[in-house]
Each structure stands twice: as structure tokens, then as C-alpha cells.
Nanobody, 121 residues
Framework: QVQLVESGGGLVQAGGSLRLSCAAS????????VAWYRQAPGKQRELVAT???????SYADSVKGRFTVSRGNAKNTVYLQMNSLETDDTAVYYC???????????????WGQGTQVTVSS
């Protein structure tokens, strides 16, 4: 079983910055991909950024150049650095981890609990 703990959300003014973290714990063979999603009120959940086990990253067009996803020194922690925040970035942010199970090596995924990011004008 893998557990995720997200942190770092909060209230910030437009133009400000926040850093979200996603820490995975439990028994697993390896993490394949960590993805950050967000869901604004009344909207569908959208993919924001991903980072693979090899360190490759990808971003939604709406956040390119402003957000950076990275892995921490603690191997199972991933960060989402959000700069130049805009009011449209207001949403609940979720991390999702694709991993290989400890005993079987089969793939599975788990979602974090979500953290609220509110950007005021």
C-alpha cells in the first residue's frame, strides 16, 4: 500500500509563488511517473505537469514557463514550484503516483488528498 501526503497549498496574491510537495511512503518497487493535476470549481480535473522516473518533465501549455516539477533529495518526494501565479490557477491540486507494486511488480496508481491553492487578484 502506498500513501501520499500533499502539502504547500494556501492563499497567495497574483504574481506570487507557492511550492507544493507530494511525498510517497509505503511498500513499492519503484515509482514510474508522478503527475500533478488540478480541479477548479465547476471544471474538469486537468493535467498540469508530470515527471518520470528518469527525470523527464512535461507541462500543460497554460503553466509552461511558470511552473516547475522536480524531485527532491528525498527520493520519493516531488515538488511543484508555481511562480507568477494567476487567478486562473486557483484550484485544488492533486498529485498522482504511478508505481510498481512491491510483491508482484504490477503497475498501480494512487492519488493524494489534494491541497487548495487560491490566488487572489
Amino acid at each position: 500500500q502506498v500513501q501520499l501526503v500533499e502539502s504547500g497549498g494556501g492563499l497567495v496574491q497574483a504574481g506570487g509563488s507557492l511550492r507544493l510537495s507530494c511525498a510517497a511512503s509505503g511498500l513499492f518497487l519503484s515509482i514510474s511517473v508522478v503527475a500533478w493535476y488540478r480541479q477548479a470549481p465547476g471544471k474538469q480535473r486537468e493535467l498540469v505537469a508530470t515527471i518520470t522516473n528518469g527525470g523527464s518533465t512535461s507541462y500543460a501549455d497554460s503553466v509552461k514557463g511558470r511552473f516547475t516539477v522536480s524531485r527532491g533529495n528525498a527520493k520519493n518526494t516531488v515538488y511543484l514550484q508555481m511562480n507568477s501565479l494567476e487567478t486562473d490557477d486557483t484550484a485544488v491540486y492533486y498529485c498522482k503516483v504511478d508505481y510498481k507494486k512491491y510483491l508482484t511488480g504490477r503497475g498501480d496508481d494512487v492519488w493524494g488528498q489534494g491541497t487548495q491553492v487560491t490566488v487572489s487578484s
